[in-house]
């Protein structure tokens, strides 16, 4: 059972385009995080949200979480090369801790 | 500012032999995390630990894995008698306090059964 799916799995989008990735559960959980993986390496921490509805920017990316606690969004503006990678997104609730099953971005120059 | 460190990063191994994997937390944590990831695939949970405890370990295979985060010294995940299937790549991460901190990972053992 995968508590958190991500959408879309796989996402090929041209240097300058803005993208949205999606993170949704049927569960609540206590917090949320984002992470991003390049190959080769271990994955990041981005952010974490906490609260219902909380809205975080970070440069060119924007992370909500759901009212609910159940979902949170990933909105990346004017994607750059460098943003291509693995995203990730993971909840916490009571003593687990679940990754949701990952977005893989390819930003072409 | 020692992150978490795994090694080998790197391991090859053949059919029936054993592989251990090593993953020293972040300074001042003491809660352990072990994860398996396949290519272009998300990861996979397998066994929480806190120094000399195992608190979940709903993830990892009853036959062949184990685990440990001893008083002194690094957290290991112990396969006995490797298949193909064990290859992969294994994250570990570390975080503060509870289980649902964010958690800070390693950069990974990537294993290879021959």
Request: charged content about 20%; some cysteine.
């Amino acid at each position: 059972t995968q508590l958190l799916e991500q959408s879309p799995q796989f996402l090929s989008i041209q240097e300058g385009e803005n993208l949205t990735v999606y993170c949704n559960s049927s569960s609540v959980f206590s917090s949320l995080q984002w992470y991003r993986q390049e190959p080769g390496e271990g994955p990041v921490l981005l952010v974490t949200v906490v609260t219902g509805g909380e809205v975080k920017k970070l440069k060119r990316l924007t992370f909500q979480f759901g009212d609910a606690r159940k979902d949170s969004s990933l909105h990346i503006t004017a994607a750059q090369p460098g943003d291509t990678g693995l995203y990730l997104c993971a909840g916490s609730t009571g003593n687990q801790f679940y990754f949701g099953t990952g977005t893989s971005l390819t930003v072409i120059p | 500012n020692a992150g978490v460190m795994q090694n080998p990063r790197h391991l090859v191994r053949r059919r029936g032999q054993e592989a251990r994997l090593r993953c020293s937390p972040m300074k001042g944590h003491s809660h352990v995390y072990w994860y398996r990831q396949l290519p272009e695939e998300g990861l996979k949970f397998m066994v929480y630990l806190q120094k000399e405890n195992i608190i979940d370990e709903s993830g990892m295979p009853k036959e062949r894995f184990s685990a440990e985060f001893p008083k002194e010294g690094p957290s290991i995940l112990r396969i006995q008698q490797v298949v193909r299937g064990d290859s992969a790549a294994y994250f570990c991460a570390s975080s503060p306090l509870a289980s649902n901190q964010p958690q800070h990972f390693g950069d990974g053992t990537r294993l290879s059964i021959l």
